[in-house]
């Protein structure tokens, strides 16, 4: 399984753009990347998921570059509602059965 | 996206007793469910990997007698913490994943557990 570095913690200010990158050097070729939001007691929840080049839905963009080696979880326009625990996981979503590894994630939090 | 729903959401039980956790699918069938541990300000640990039908993986250092996970139907798998103590005390999340079309869908996570043993 590729093991995910990621930053601790971030800080950042409403309306502002935030991006979150994640580091996954030993990515292999059926890899998915998924990016999940957690708040305190709460189970996680999905955000976006991409296997290459830049993905956008309604709440994130990802960005993952051509060597796969990185992604970049950006969240356009944060609110204070966006403080939570962001954690990057990268496996082989063709595979039924692969377990879901969570690193330590990134710890966001948005000051007014 | 998916609903999965757990249950309950907080459970207190006193120490030498079992406790069950339930994590129902409500719009798909998950082939595939995932038990977590979390412990405050840590991330999920992956306890247990179970498909439908079969006996579930359990990581290495999680006692498969003490955590007994059931996964009977496409829908449905339980978590029973048997003889709790307090160490058990954490929070319990699932996540269930199904599959559309012949292709894995992502995981979707239940809301969590808050067991407290005392």
């Known amino acids: 399984l590729a093991k995910t570095t990621q930053p601790i913690s971030m800080d950042s200010y409403e309306g502002q753009e935030v991006n979150i990158t994640c580091s996954h050097n030993?990515?292999?070729?059926?890899?998915?990347i998924t990016w999940y939001q957690q708040f305190p007691s709460q189970g996680p929840r999905f955000i976006i998921q991409?296997?290459?080049t830049k993905v956008t839905n309604e709440v994130a963009s990802l960005f993952i570059p051509a060597d796969r080696k990185s992604s970049t979880l950006s969240l356009p326009r944060v609110s204070l509602s966006d403080t939570a625990v962001y954690y990057c996981?990268?496996?082989?979503?063709?595979?039924?059965?692969?377990?879901?590894?969570f690193g330590g994630g990134t710890r966001l939090m948005v000051k007014p | 996206g998916a609903v999965v729903s757990q249950h309950p959401s907080w459970v207190i039980c006193k120490s030498g007793t079992s406790v069950k956790i339930e994590c129902r699918s409500l719009?798909?069938?998950?082939?595939?469910m995932f038990w977590y541990r979390q412990f405050p300000k840590q991330s999920l640990m992956l306890m247990a990997t179970?498909?439908?039908?079969?006996?579930?993986?359990?990581e290495q250092g999680v006692e498969k007698d003490k955590f007994l996970i059931n996964h009977a139907s496409l829908t449905l798998s339980t978590l029973t913490v048997t003889s709790a103590h307090p160490e058990d005390s954490s929070f319990y999340i699932c996540?269930?994943?199904?599959?559309?079309?012949?292709?894995?869908?992502?995981?979707?996570f239940g809301q969590g557990t808050r067991l407290t043993v005392v």
């Open positions: 991409g296997y290459k």
């Open positions: 719009d798909f069938q998950a082939t595939t």
């Open positions: 996540s269930a994943r199904g599959s559309t079309g012949g292709k894995n869908t992502e995981a979707f």
């Open positions: 030993n990515i292999a070729t059926n890899d998915y």
């Open positions: 179970s498909n439908e039908g079969s006996k579930a993986t359990y």
């Open positions: 996981l990268v496996g082989d979503w063709g595979n039924a059965g692969n377990m879901l590894t």
